[in-house]
């Protein structure tokens, strides 16, 4: 089989070219909650609220981590090179899982801090104004980040543009299909918007009521809703590093491509696997009797160039056998497919 070289320019790999390719999602999300948790910091030392103190843990844990997956992103999109043929696809599941990391370990901070607040309720000692802001400014940047990465999720899955309640519904549907920092941003910032809200809820009660223990209360959920996020997000990139198959539909088009050549009959094997956000086409393709090998090869390259124009592909490497007279498609698969 003969791989279908890709071009390796310079200007494919030029540092401005490969920032403007970086996951933007992860871009705006780190900025956001660099300053959100800047804000909630300050917020807590004057008011000393727990859960204050793991809501700014959470947004500090979310900046680091944008900043390393967009970093990630950005060295994903280099063009695969002799030493790398396959390309750098996996090397951003390699920085999303730096990120899980650092909210492990920041999920273990909040959680402990929590159960300490459980036992020595802190008495508010002002800022009550000042948490109140933050906190919305807080809602309404990351529910901004959160919205941003509905549409980023919509546009990397290729589905029709949607409005209103249609975008959230969407993007919890493709959600798998998206680019891998895409994904983590979604997943933090959901869980960044519940932090916001528990956080705020906290605070009122705690100001107006003797129900001290709400703080240590809402300052536990909200580690253990970072641990839910690690480990999701950790279990995507590890199947990333190992290597997933391509979905359902991302594989029915290839295949539909293949089958409408006329000159192929049939497709013997195909394997699609994805790294990041591409995917890398092999298979062994089935050609009609009787054409010579310059023919051949026409329509092999004819069909790789079908299956590469798809911009999600990043290459393809096709065999071509004569037709053997065994359908390995099953009647209702190839009915279908056509």
Not at 123 to 146: H, R, Y
Not at 252 to 264: M, P
Not at 327 to 338: A, E, K, T, V
């Amino acid at each position: 089989m003969e791989a279908l070289n890709l071009s390796n320019e310079t200007d494919n790999n030029g540092f401005i070219s490969l920032i403007k390719k970086g996951n933007k999602s992860s871009a705006v999300a780190m900025i956001g909650n660099g300053i959100i948790a800047a804000c909630k910091a300050i917020a807590y030392v004057i008011s000393g609220s727990g859960a204050m103190f793991a809501s700014a843990m959470h947004s500090l844990a979310d900046a680091v981590n944008q900043g390393f997956v967009f970093i990630g992103s950005v060295l994903s999109e280099k063009r695969p090179t002799p030493q790398f043929p396959t390309g750098f696809g996996r090397v951003i599941n390699i920085f999303c899982m730096i990120a899980v990391i650092v909210v492990t370990i920041m999920a273990y901070e909040t959680i402990k801090e929590g159960w300490h607040l459980l036992h020595h309720p802190v008495e508010n000692t002002g800022g009550f104004w000042l948490s109140i802001g933050v906190l919305i400014i807080n809602l309404v940047i990351d529910g901004g980040i959160l919205l941003k990465a509905m549409k980023e999720i919509l546009k990397e899955a290729r589905v029709e543009k949607t409005k209103g309640w249609g975008i959230a519904k969407a993007a919890f549907s493709n959600v798998g299909r998206a680019a891998p920092p895409t994904r983590l941003v979604f997943y933090e910032d959901i869980v960044a918007v519940t932090g916001a809200l528990l956080a705020l809820t906290a605070i009122i009660v705690t100001a107006f009521t003797d129900f001290t223990s709400l703080d240590g209360i809402a300052t536990i959920l909200i580690g253990f809703l970072m641990i839910g996020v690690a480990f999701r997000v950790g279990f995507d990139n590890m199947v990333g590093l190992i290597g997933v198959a391509a979905p359902k539909d991302i594989e029915e088009k290839v295949f539909r491509t293949i089958l409408s050549d006329e000159d192929v009959t049939d497709i013997k094997k195909l394997r699609i696997i994805q790294e990041g956000r591409y995917y890398h086409v092999e298979g062994l393709i089935e050609l009609r009797k009787g054409l010579s090998l310059a023919v051949a090869d026409d329509i092999k390259f004819r069909v790789q160039d079908k299956i590469i124009s798809d911009q999600d592909i990043t290459d393809v490497t096709l065999g071509i056998i004569e037709d053997d007279g065994i359908m390995d498609l099953s009647p209702d698969r190839l009915n279908g497919l056509i």
